[in-house]
């Protein structure tokens, strides 16, 4: 019997505008998963529009309401609208890449959760955003069928402070971006990559 493909969503709302490391990591994501032939949709802020149709130009690329823009409108959206969506587009799992989920959407749910700074390191955030990923983090633990971490380092983290089951933590490490970073040339020197 032949397998079905599932459908999937990437929920790419929540990627900045600068490009760092999250955003870095949703647009390869969902550029290996287009050229991998993943039955995949995208739903972007408005801005994002036009990359993800270059860079995923099998998926159906969505275009989410200008009001994504802002921390809190998104985070509304997706526990409002994106379960909506989800149930119109007939989609089967819902990748959530950066530790939030919808709680009402009926699809099978994965998220990805890049480390636990928020609850080893509350320095580094403010601490009403720490507090606030540290919820997330743990709801998204207990709801996600699987949470995608990068490292054995974040799953054993994430274990230790808080309480993951090793179940439904998968480690899929990032990979390097060889446009960017390959091993340097003969004579010891970094050779400029072409234009």
Sequence with gaps: MPTVEPSVLIDATAVPADR????????????????????????CQPRDEDLFTKIAPN???VRAADAVATRTA???????????LVRSLG??????????????????????????TFFTDPVLHSSVKARFFRTWTRASLKRAELCVVPS?????????????DRRVL??????????RFHPPSRHGHRSAPSP
């Design 74 to 84: 998104r985070l509304a959206w997706e526990q409002t609208t994106l379960p909506r």
């Design 170 to 179: 998968h480690i899929a490490q990032h990979g390097v971006d060889t446009e």
């Design 20 to 43: 760092g490391g999250v955003g870095r990591y949703v647009d390869s994501l969902v550029a290996a998963l287009d050229a991998g032939g993943a039955k995949l949709s995208v739903v």
């Design 152 to 164: 054995q380092a974040t799953a054993d983290e994430l274990v230790r402070v808080a309480g993951a």
């Design 59 to 61: 998926a159906r690329v």
């Design 91 to 116: 989609i089967d799992v819902v990748h959530s890449p950066h530790y939030t989920l919808s709680v009402a959407s009926k699809a099978a749910s994965v998220v990805t959760l890049h480390d636990a």
